[in-house]
């Protein structure tokens, strides 16, 4: 069984720029919830996708925005980005039976210069 | 809206003391309770969980007593080890029309001397 994987490990873009941070859910796994971790926090949820639709999003404006994709892999966009916005990027997916437990990946360092 | 509190840290124990990290929630409804344990530079592990009152989950030797009537889910081990040092987080997933959105505490840095 394949867990959660996301790429790249490690981001640096400067400010104005725009990222896309991608990750493959657990095999089995049709939901994807994205969450962004500030140094000494915790994980903030942004959204989730259930079945390529957004299923709950949070507290984040509107150039955070995701897609995910027939096979249940998913996209996390960050359009002009600001300093704030390093952090570290996690993805967690969760399946049919479980949909209450949240598998997550290694993260991706993402750095604002 | 729901909610998680845990205790500050960073928590400092030697090796073989015995834990306890608190945790106490506010959530509407009957949420399912998760400790997870994040090591440096890695990402969150499921460490276990409970879905519902009187429910313990156990794991590694570490436990947690799902505890309705005072809305609480420490985290306890008998016996810490120097590998058992990361940050711990406690955490709720309630359904919300049909979707599991989980609440995060700000997390407990754990610190385990030889």
């Known amino acids: 069984e394949t867990g959660v994987t996301q790429s790249p490990t490690h981001l640096i873009k400067t400010r104005g720029q725009q990222v896309t941070l991608r990750c493959s859910s657990q095999s089995g796994h049709n939901t994807v919830s994205w969450y962004q971790q500030a140094l000494g926090q915790g994980p903030q949820f942004i959204f989730q996708y ?18 995910q994709f027939p096979n249940y892999s998913s996209e996390l966009n960050v ?9 570290l990027y996690l993805c967690a997916s969760s399946g049919p039976g479980q949909a209450d437990t949240q598998y997550f990946g290694p993260g991706t360092r993402l750095t604002v210069l | 809206g729901d909610s998680v509190t845990q205790m500050e840290g960073p928590v400092t124990l030697s090796e073989e003391a015995f834990l306890t990290i608190n945790c106490t ?35 590694k030797g570490f436990e947690a007593t799902y505890r309705k009537e005072t809305t609480s889910f420490h985290l306890e081990k008998g016996s810490v080890q120097v590998s058992d040092s990361a940050v711990y987080f406690c955490a709720l997933t309630a359904s919300s029309g049909g979707s599991y959105i989980p609440t ?6 754990l610190i385990v001397h030889p």
């Not at chain 2, 995060?104 to 840095?109: C, L, Y």
């Open chain 2, 104 to 109: 995060f505490g700000r997390g407990t840095s």
């Open chain 2, 25 to 59: 929630y506010t959530a509407t409804g009957y949420p399912s309770l998760f400790w997870y344990v994040q090591y440096p530079g890695e990402g969150l592990q499921l460490l276990l969980k409970a879905t519902k009152a009187d429910d313990k989950g156990s794991n």
């Open chain 1, 79 to 87: 359009n002009a980005l600001e300093l704030d916005d390093s952090a």
């Open chain 1, 50 to 67: 259930y079945r390529e639709e957004e299923n709950g999003r949070g507290n984040f404006p509107p150039r955070f925005s995701g897609l």
